[in-house]
C-alpha cells in the first residue's frame, strides 16, 4: 500500500495512504450503477406518466435523467466531502495535495477531465495516469492538484507515539529547547 507524506508547518508529518487500483474501480463502478439504475428509473417509471409528445419527451429525458447523470460524480463530491456513494461504500476520499479537503475548483477539474480520462478514451487514459504516476493520479486529479485516499488504513501503535528517532538518524533543529 503507497503511502504520501505531507509535511506540516509543526514539523509533523501527516500520513495518508493511497488509495489502491481495485478499490477506486470498484467504487466507479457502484457508482456507474447508481447512474444507470436512476437513468433507467427515470425513463421507465417518471417520463411515461408525463405523457408527452416525441420531440418534448427528448428535451424532458435531457433535463430529467442525462443532466442530474452526468453532474452526479461533481455533486457527490461537492456536497459529500470529497466521496461519492462508491467512494463512501469502499472507504476512499478525495483530498488536496497539502492535505487538506478539495475544494470546489478542484472538484470542478476533477469532473471536466473525466471526460478525457473516462469518455473519450474509455478509460484508458485514467487507468494508464493512475498505473504510471507517482500518487496514483488520473489527468483529473494531476491537473486539479488532488489525490484520493484510503481512508480505512490502519494505524498501528508503534507507528506513532513509540517511534524510536534515534535509528532514523533524528537530530532536533533546536536541541536548547
Partial sequence: MSIITVPTA???DLEFSLAPFYKRLLAWL???????????????????VLSIDELA?????LLLAVIPAYSYHLLMEIFAEGRSVGKMAMGLKVIDLSGREAVLS???LRWIFR????GVTLGAAAVFSVALTKY???LGDLLAGTI??????QTKLHETIYLDVTEK???PLSPQV
Fill in 136 to 138: 496514483s493520479q488520473r
Fill in 169 to 171: 538518524g533524528y537530530s
Fill in 57 to 61: 419527451g427528448d428535451s424532458v429525458t
Fill in 10 to 12: 509543526f514539523n509533523i
Fill in 30 to 48: 457502484i457508482d456507474i450503477l447508481i447512474i444507470y439504475s436512476f437513468i433507467y428509473a427515470m425513463s421507465l417509471l417518471i417520463l411515461p
Fill in 115 to 118: 471526460i478525457v480520462d473516462i
Fill in 148 to 153: 484520493v485516499i484510503d481512508q480505512r488504513r
Fill in 106 to 108: 478542484q472538484f470542478l
